[in-house]
């Protein structure tokens, strides 16, 4: 199963290089100082 979660990080106390990074895959949030991306949860199903 695979599902896509929104997730918000705080990067207040973030490095300029972190935040950097993140940006690249993300939305910028500057009033808040948040960034928010998706990401790709899998999980696997067990049967019996």
């Known amino acids: 199963m695979i ?4 997730i918000t990080v705080n ?3 973030f490095s300029n290089t972190m935040k950097r990074k993140i940006a690249r895959i ?4 500057k009033e808040n ?3 928010n991306f998706s990401a790709c949860l ?6 019996n």
Do not use: C, R
């Open 3 to 6: 599902a896509i979660k929104a």
């Open 11 to 13: 990067a207040e106390n």
């Open 26 to 29: 993300s939305e910028v949030e």
């Open 33 to 35: 100082s948040t960034y």
């Open 42 to 47: 899998i999980a696997q199903l067990e049967g």
